[in-house]
């Protein structure tokens, strides 16, 4: 079974950096997209960023892109999320999810087949 696990949260000052980490497992990634996405409280679940394995094709949310940074390592099914210059609007839990077949990244949280349980991001003004 497919497991990912999420670290590099916690508490920066605004314009402050952290790298999130996603360690996937239980299956070979090739054809697989990992995504990020975020959740503040009583606000809905959104995406952040995503990245294919096979080709490394990216996308950004546009209110990440220019500050935030998806990469992966192959070898070890692992994948990064580089946040510089944080905002306190960047607060929220940080989840990472797999969509595997080869079906690619897609923005709607439902298209995402395994989450992992989430990394708290707090940034202070």
């Known amino acids: 079974e497919v497991q990912l696990v999420e670290s590099g949260g916690g508490l920066v000052q605004a314009g402050g950096s952290l790298t999130l980490s996603c360690a996937a497992s239980?299956?070979?990634?090739?054809?697989?997209?990992i995504g990020w996405f975020r959740q503040a409280p009583g606000k809905e679940r959104e995406d952040v960023s995503c990245i294919q394995f096979n080709n490394g094709m990216t996308y950004y949310a546009d209110s990440v892109r220019g500050r935030f940074t998806i990469s992966s390592d192959n070898a070890e099914n692992t994948v990064y999320l580089q946040m510089n210059s944080l905002k306190p609007e960047d607060t929220a839990v940080y989840y990472c999810a797999a969509r595997g077949h080869g079906y690619g990244c897609h923005g709607l949280p439902a298209e995402y087949d395994y989450w992992g349980q989430g990394t708290q991001v707090s940034v202070s003004p």
């Open positions: 239980g299956s070979t990634f090739d054809d697989y997209a």
